[in-house]
Nanobody, 125 residues
Framework: QVQLVESGGGLVQTGGSLRLSCKVSGRTFSSYVMGWFRQAPPKEREFVGALTWSDSITYYADSVKGRFTISRDNAMNTVYLQMNSLKPEDTAVYYC??????????????????WGQGTQVTVSS
């Protein structure tokens, strides 16, 4: 079993920055893909980005490319989502997710087996 715990959400002004953390525990996960998703009701859960744990290859949604960066710290078993130049439309609950092994459907939330509890990010205009 894999446990994911997010932290780092909050309220920030337009143009500001936040860094979300996702602490991973419970299993060895060198073959895992780590994803970040967000959801702003009534919208569906939306792909933000993903990282392959073994070689840190990253993928991003077009809406965040150039502004958000995903990284990992092996020693801390933690994945980060650095968010810069935040916009009001980035307001959502952000979720960390994990799946074992590669998938061609990285952007589909149904492909991920493990989820964190979510952390709220609010960007004020």
């Amino acid at each position: 079993q894999v446990q994911l715990v997010e932290s780092g959400g909050g309220l920030v002004q337009t143009g500001g920055s936040l860094r979300l953390s996702c602490k991973v525990s419970g299993r060895t996960f060198s073959s895992y893909v780590m994803g970040w998703f967000r959801q702003a009701p009534p919208k569906e859960r939306e792909f933000v980005g993903a990282l392959t744990w073994s070689d840190s290859i990253t993928y991003y949604a077009d809406s965040v490319k150039g502004r958000f960066t995903i990284s990992r710290d092996n020693a801390m078993n933690t994945v980060y989502l650095q968010m810069n130049s935040l916009k009001p439309e980035d307001t959502a609950v952000y979720y960390c997710a994990a799946r074992r092994g590669w998938t061609t459907k990285l952007t589909a939330f149904t492909e991920y087996n493990y989820w964190g509890q979510g952390t709220q990010v609010t960007v004020s205009s």
